[in-house]
């Protein structure tokens, strides 16, 4: 709740044009991409910049309101629904590329950065940032820090955290420090940076960060392999690896994803095989061709039943556009769409995507798996319908059992869409009481009166997945 | 001070053989490689297993007893110094190589693994750890992890931060928990692996590490590029960054320094030029010669007196061990060696070195650099005494300076040194006092006796560099 005494002082901060809290505008933010997760804010506030941002944090404090930073809202893991009421932070008017730094390849951006605009403005560079979470159109570079974000090129490229080497902070109690600099190296004091990546908002706010950059890659190629046999496909995957290749993109779709994503796209995709290994490779043009040649032959040897390579670019975004759309594609077919995390080591994938088909077997649902197979990073995929309590109820039995099977293959229960609200209660298989007290510490150190984001990352009880009154 | 009760429980843990308070074993343990350091450990222990360092952990908090872990001491920050007493504890016996993971690229190690060990048992199965620490040929990898040490090639491939994917932690609770996993994608709460990667050893004991690896580079080539003029070899280093080449490595060693190295390592450097730069490429060898071939251009554009290949891999060997020895050839000047560690962005190389110069002069110091250019890591090295007070506050004076302008280039007070006791007065100068309270917080919450290492990163007061009594 915020009191007429509050509200009055954050529009004395930002003005009245940038607090809302009118029933629209809370009602617009009550929600983010997360099925079954709604919550309304006590207001929506944009900030214009970070002294703004260092005063709203420290109204917060005195107040005792909930703070939730939000970017485009397209995380999957309730990270940003206002669960505990509060104030939305918005970062649509921060939203510069401050600066792109050719000589120190680095790009300076605000957190309400689009992603793929980004991605645009260092290209035309002939620069390159590789993280590309399939989010990235309408994602903000805020938000892909908050989360940790992944993507298509993880396995070669790693995650948003192996590009952020600064950043700006406002910190819970308002005070503003700069992490890092345009350094390959800096060890001066514990790992701040990389601390409040994939924080989820929970111990400040960012609001600029430096991103490492590389060279844009001379060339990349595309080839579609179809399997009969999902473990085929599997075991293609684990021989790439072991042939000491590292494509950019390997990824798994399996045959109800195919048809949906077909359906939605239209590209003639391959509708009557029971997975697709989409793979690329990046770099120069001798080296993509010479691993682009094997990786054909092992998927060959692999009993792949057909391999092509995409003939032109156009040809190879349309699939790269499609295997994005795998989401929104599912998304048409049932009311409701739960697409999860689970992540294995890369030897595990084949053990893994049996067991989520044993289970969906097991719990009578529907689950499609695609994913990121090089580097274990699936996302099985439940097609439902939340006003199905009994079949919800399945569904969350059957997600507990996936996650501990990943868990038991030496995996995670997120590989990189957060714990949010929603994975809080399975946190503990991951990293037993002991880590998350650990957490907790920093957690309580860093932010005392629980203002930053609560309710995420710490589960408060032992309530799992279930449906949010709203 | 450890009561005989204490010990008494430490002999119960560890066996005998074991613990070490004899004033010879404490004496060798008394500094690490940092000059100016020293301070006595009431004992030594080498435990055999995780439960004995968490049992030794519980008797420590009971008895508020510091503990200083150690690898092999190769650090220059006095970060295993045991200023505050205490034990300090080996690793000698948790140096297993515990696997290799061929199928998932990662290799599991104890902390007492000597880095170079780890180096070549991947490289026996064409696998790759890039970090090389200078000192990698007695270091350990616990060590290196603690310190979040660089290396030569930290310019292509990044440091030991990088590589770290999973830790078992002994927390100063004495809970055992596990970070991470053989996982490219892992956001399953605060990143707790880079959090203790580069901490010092202050907020836990890490007992054990799974690294990430890469496959080995088909080729490597190495050039050694003479200069007249020191401004004409860091504009060749901005000059290679633009052209979009990343060189595996690129060192920048000035005259003084190349003087020493080659009395010390006679393998016929010139020591008539004003400056030389080490270059390395490695990859798919059609793309090593293409890059070679402009990186040679660009040298010599830029002025380079000589531009010469290393012939065979036994002269580039020879190359970058003479580069590795420049400490060890510095050493035998003067009876003492001060090697710094200010870091810049790349593009302010040019200045940087310039500024050493002339605090140098204004000081009547004599200063060598030397370095990763590359990244902007540079290694101003004092040749002096500490017998001579008035000389010893003047290279404090100078020091200091230096660090102020790094800082005020946008750069850092230590790339891959470490902050330990040496650096920790300068450290507000980076973070200001902000960012210290914060990670002040961190230490507090997860280590409330400040029993893990006391007196490292956080200043206790505003001693600088003096002498410390024996």
């Known amino acids: 709740m915020i009191t007429n005494e509050a509200r009055q002082i954050f529009i004395n901060i930002v003005g009245s044009d940038n607090y809302d809290d009118s029933k629209t505008g809370r009602l617009v933010y009550s929600y983010d991409a997360t099925p079954q997760f709604q919550a309304m804010p006590d207001a929506v506030i944009s900030p214009r910049n970070k002294e703004e941002i260092s005063k709203i944090v420290q109204v917060c404090n005195e107040y005792n309101i909930p703070i939730v930073p939000r970017g485009s809202g397209t995380n999957l893991c309730a990270g940003t629904c206002p669960t505990e009421g509060g104030i939305v932070l918005l970062f649509k008017l921060l939203n510069k590329i401050v600066e792109i730094d050719e000589e120190n390849l680095t790009v300076t951006v605000q957190p309400g950065v689009i992603t793929l605009d980004l991605t645009k403005a260092v290209e035309a560079k002939g620069l390159f940032y590789p993280p590309d979470p399939s989010s990235m159109k309408i994602s903000t570079i805020g938000g892909n820090i908050n989360e940790n974000s992944g993507g298509l090129r993880g396995l070669k490229y790693g995650v948003t955290r192996d590009y952020v080497i600064a950043l700006e902070i406002v910190l819970a109690n308002g005070e503003i420090i700069r992490t890092g600099g345009k350094l390959a190296k800096d060890v001066a004091g514990y790992d701040l940076t990389r601390l ?224 949010g609200v929603m994975k809080a209660p399975y946190l503990e298989m991951k990293l037993g009481a002991a880590g998350i007290d650990a957490m907790k510490a920093i957690k309580i150190g860093l932010d005392p009166n629980n203002i930053m984001n609560p309710g995420k990352v710490f589960a408060k009880d032992s309530r799992k997945r279930v449906v949010v009154s709203k």
Chains 1, 2 share one sequence.
């Open 196 to 419: 409040f990546v994939g924080s989820e908002g929970t111990l400040g706010i960012i609001t600029e960060a430096t991103l490492k950059l590389i060279p844009l890659p001379e060339t990349k190629k595309t080839i579609l392999a179809q399997y009969q046999d999902l473990e085929a496909a599997a075991k293609t995957v684990s021989k790439i690896i072991a042939n000491k290749i590292i494509p950019t993109t390997l990824e798994f779709l399996d045959q109800p994803t195919i048809e949906a994503v077909e359906a939605f796209a239209q590209i003639g995709l391959p509708t009557d095989v029971k997975a697709i290994l989409l793979i690329e490779q990046d770099g120069p043009e001798e080296v993509v061709t010479r691993d682009i040649d094997r990786i054909v032959e092992i998927c060959k040897s692999e009993d792949a039943v057909s391999v092509k390579a995409a003939e032109s670019e156009e040809e190879a975004e349309a699939l790269r556009t499609a295997r994005r759309s795998a989401l929104s594609a599912l998304a048409r077919l049932k009311p409701t769409t739960i697409l999860e995390d689970a992540t294995v080591p890369r030897s595990e994938i084949a053990k893994m995507v049996k067991a989520i088909e044993e289970i969906a077997q097991k719990y009578d649902l529907r689950i499609c798996t695609f994913g990121h197979a090089g580097d274990g990073n699936l996302h099985p995929t439940c097609l439902t319908d939340v006003r199905n309590l009994d079949e919800i109820e399945r569904v969350e039995k059957a997600f507990e059992e996936i996650f501990a099977k990943a868990i038991d293959l030496g995996g995670t229960i997120t590989g990189e869409h957060g714990v």
